[in-house]
């Protein structure tokens, strides 16, 4: 072989060798790049999803009772969860690979042009079509998303209403009955799910088909100026692998155009909640020491969602360390009272006064903290017995939970569970009795020694005898604080330095036990009731 052959092979070699490891470096580069840009966007994703969850967690905590009477709990654990991944998704893979897209189409185009302006014209002419489909296309995806989302939420609040409601359910046999309405509200979940597919499935090919057609456009016309003598066999192979590197971009159009209209639907869905203002809101950024007197001033209250009205010129006052009873028919406005107080509610006319001053005028957060709430429905978390009394404590000192139990007369029960007070509770406490629950809630109500104690209807799941120890108890407890107690049974209030009667929302009667039998009025009738029933048992 001739040396000047062996030599040529040489160079041949050498230059293949380090083309290889041009390319290999190139794409060692390509590869490192490509990692940050992904480290950069996904994980940014993910650090705005943890920043508007707790931003949409911290305003469901500010809102008042009426926002969540109009929203159903899954709807709100929807946009929470699903709404907020829709937003993470665009925010990361939907920017990366717009970006991607953008880099590389003005990278190839501009080298298109450079080769043959021609050419480039018809390579992208099928790319108008692809604008117009994906412009109508979004338009369907977005409106179609967003009824997906809502027939989530709807499911979700579903499964949530069903699994807190299970005992009623099968109480009353109706598992099947249940069963079927999930079929149905799962069936249109389906349906609008398979038709938002139906619209991504065709996406994705109509996108592959456009660039497919400028890959025929540049070998049909390209192949045609090869035969002129415009252009080289080589220019067709630079448009074919120019266009092969818009394929996934362009491909990904689709994709990312249904990402981009999903996070539309949700971002919409996620801002109506955020747009919407706390009806309840703390006015006074200075805290003041609270006393514990509470006047009603001329209080008429009208529920905002329902337009009932609940209270009507209702006007009283109870002094710092007094106990004030309230007593009354269902639906007398007895727990709105209570509501108020907490200001849980505003007034709709007239004043609630704490200490002399308007209770809007008080920090919230002091106020709220200064008032032991033991409310008719009683929640109780998934957490020990000891972490439900010492709810909102500092700590857990058994020494105090050990003593607010025996207050509340719930001691001896703790203590015949095998892990006393660390006993895991159920969902909503479902292992405990009604009573047991009750007394967990005084218990947790006065363990921090609060200024004003509010007891809602608290002692109606315990018998009467349970109720004269709770009672009994109470009265070291309530000693100093001003207390309002409300009841049905009138054996809880009977005690109690001031007594109101309501009737739809109304006082009708006032005074203590002794003046209200002696005026012989609606009180009076409900004493005797209660005696009867009493007597009976």
Known sequence: MPVSE???????????????????????????????QRQTMIVMSRYIEFDLKN????????????????????DLMNRIS??????????????????????????????????????????????????VCIFYVSKTINRRSDKVQQQQSKLSAFIQEAMSGIRV??????????????????????????????????FMPVIVLLVGLGYIAAIYVGGLKVIAGEIGIGTIFQFVFYINLLTWPFAAVGWVSSLIQKAEASQARINEFLDSQPAIRNEAAASTPIGGEIAFRHV??????????????????????????????????????????????DATTGQVLIDGRDIRQHNLHQLRASIGYVPQDVFLFSETIAHNIAFGQAGEDREAITQAAK???????????PAGFDTMLGERGINLSGGQKQRISIARAIIGQPRILVFDDCLSAVDTETEEHILTALKTVMKGKTSVVIAHRISSVKQADQIIVLDHGRIVEQGNHEQLLAKGGAYTALYRRQLMEEAGG
């Not at 390319?23 to 060692?28: E, H, N, Q, S």
């Not at 008042?64 to 709990?73: I, M, S």
């Not at 690979?97 to 992208?124: D, G, P, Q």
């Not at 007369?409 to 015949?416: L, P």
Request: proline fraction near 2%.
């Open 300 to 345: 008429t209250f009208t529920y905002p969602d329902t337009g009932i009205q609940a209270l009507s010129d209702v006007s009283f006052t109870v002094k710092q360390g007094q106990t004030l009873g309230i007593i009354g028919r269902t639906g007398s406005g007895k727990s709105t009272l209570a509501a108020l107080i907490c200001r849980q509610y």
């Open 55 to 74: 931003e949409i967690y911290d305003h469901y905590q500010r809102m008042a009772l009426g926002f969540y009477k109009r929203n159903r709990t899954g």
């Open 6 to 36: 062996i030599g040529a092979g040489t160079q041949l070699a050498v230059i293949g060798l380090m083309l290889a490891l041009v390319y290999l470096i190139i794409y060692l580069i390509k590869g490192l790049f490509l990692f940050y």
């Open 82 to 131: 699903e709404d907020v991944n829709r937003v993470r998704m665009y925010l990361g893979p939907a920017v990366m690979y717009t970006i991607n897209l953008w880099v590389l189409a003005v990278f190839c185009i501009f080298f298109m042009l450079r080769e043959n302006v021609e050419l480039t014209l018809w390579t992208l002419s099928p790319m108008p079509f692809m604008m």
């Open 169 to 202: 359910l099968k109480a009353y046999g109706l598992e099947g009955h249940s069963r079927e309405a999930f079929d149905k509200e799962c069936d249109v979940y389906k349906r609008r799910q398979i038709g938002l597919v139906k619209v991504d499935s065709l």
């Open 407 to 417: 207050t509340a007369d719930i001691y001896q029960n703790i203590m015949a569970f």
